[in-house]
């Protein structure tokens, strides 16, 4: 059955990608990083590298306070001991005090090994990142002026980029970055012919971090030099704001994502969404919304297009449900179960 033909996106197209483009993306038997509701199964499934050590410890704790693993989600659980954490900073018990402190730090390291070793290949030395050939589809859609933004850990969206001339991680952060001589980098760049003063042309917008980040001094961005390492007892730093209630996007260098993105959602032409759920707690991101859509109807400055790419109707309804004020009279709307739905099937004569 020949694919439905996606419509060609008005410039300027904001693309606006969650955990399940990253999940559905990568090529081959991987099953992908999780989403919420499967992340403690997929982490008690994880080998290797000391990994099962911090599982163990987390799910253990998982189970102490729910009576069970499977079916809890990772942002409930990690509300729940952050806010216990905070709770216990002045309020200790006088007697056997849950260290809800360490708990936190093991979860986060936990939750870097799970992305990492769910999206990198760790048969080659060096790992090398798995290949996503849907999201090479996808990013051929862009043009420059085109935003990428992303509530994803992962590093798929970067390492999808064929070649340089859209984007490169120099400068296509949104924010000036160091680390551009170390190891990641400079293979990025010299694997795709990147020439030396081209500039990007899109921005990435990483709301939540990224698995290849430090911060540096003045809260800037350090790229990792190695950002799949992933050794026994050794815990590695990394700048993301894991999935709890005290994000603190007020702060730089994500008080200049969010503030760029809010520009970009306002001004875009088309809004691409693919695997984003709007979860019930992400209060930020769904704020980030609603003002993008009050201001875009009392303004009436309506999007041309909305296209929506989730293998769930209840999840494509809530969407349209949001931005349906934002799309106007004539806004048109397109829906995809999956990326691969609308690409040509390269088994079919063109």
Known sequence: MPAKKLPQPTHPLVLLLGAGASKGGLDGDSAGPPV?????????????????????????????????????????????????????????????????????????????????????????????????????????????????????????IEESFENADLWNPNDGYGTAVHGKSFDWCRNWLEGRGYKEGRKSDIHILKLHGSLGWTLYKNRQIRLKARPYTVQKKRKEKI???????????????????????????????????????????????????????????????????????????????????????ALGPLGKISRFRNITDFLPDPNQPA
């Open 36 to 156: 919420d509701m499967d992340f403690f199964d997929i982490a008690n499934s994880m080998s290797g590298h000391g990994t099962p050590v911090f599982a163990k410890r987390v799910l253990k704790s998982v189970w102490e306070l729910y009576g069970r693993t499977s079916g809890i989600g990772l942002e409930e659980y990690y509300r729940d001991i952050e806010t216990r954490a905070a709770i216990s900073t002045f309020t200790k018990a006088a007697n056997k005090p849950k260290d809800w402190g360490a708990r936190k730090a093991d979860l986060e390291e936990l939750i870097r090994r799970v992305y990492v070793q769910t999206t990198v290949d760790f048969s080659e030395n060096p790992p090398k990142p798995k290949t996503s050939s849907a999201h090479q589809s996808i990013l051929k859609l862009l043009k420059p002026g085109s935003t990428i933004i992303t509530f994803n850990y992962d590093t798929v």
């Open 239 to 325: 700048s993301v704001l894991p999935p709890g209630w005290n994000k603190k996007i007020h702060i730089n260098p994500y008080k200049i994502f969010w503030h760029e993105a809010r520009l970009k959602l306002d001004k875009c032409k088309s809004l691409m969404i693919v695997g984003y759920s709007l979860p019930e707690t992400d209060l930020l991101a769904r704020a980030l919304f609603a003002e993008v859509v009050r201001r875009r109807e009392s303004m009436e400055q309506y999007l041309n297009q909305l296209i929506l790419v989730d293998p769930s109707e209840v999840v494509q309804e809530k969407l349209i449900k949001l931005f349906t004020p």
